[in-house]
């Protein structure tokens, strides 16, 4: 089991930065793929960005890559976002979540942290 707690959300202005943090509970956060998703009203969550268990794999969604950069510390059980270059598309609830080595699907997710973006 892994507990999930997202904070550093809020209310930015178009072209300004903000930094997510997930905590996750639990000794095997190492062994967690941990990836951020995103969820606008009206709108499907989506991917935004993903990292390996040790940290050396990055992916980004299209509409992020270049401004947003995920990492993790392992030693302090967190996973980051930071989003520069924030536009009012951006507005969204966003997700942390973890996936098992094994697993297909990511099983874990946090609670969601609100960023809002105005233009």
């Known amino acids: 089991q892994v507990q999930l707690v997202e904070s550093g959300g809020g209310l930015v202005q178009a072209g300004g930065s903000l930094r997510l943090s997930c905590a996750a509970s639990?000794?095997?956060?190492?062994?967690?793929?941990m990836g951020w998703f995103r969820q606008a009203p009206g709108k499907e969550r989506e991917f935004v960005a993903s990292i390996s268990s040790s940290g050396g794999t990055t992916y980004y969604a299209d509409s992020v890559k270049g401004r947003f950069t995920i990492s993790r510390d392992n030693a302090k059980n967190t996973v980051y976002l930071q989003m520069n270059s924030l536009k009012p598309e951006d507005t969204a609830v966003y997700y942390c979540?973890?996936?098992?080595?094994?697993?297909?699907?990511?099983?874990?997710w946090g609670q969601g942290t609100q960023v809002t973006v105005s233009s």
């Open positions: 979540a973890a996936k098992g080595v094994a697993d297909l699907k990511y099983d874990y």
């Open positions: 639990g000794r095997t956060f190492s062994r967690y793929r």
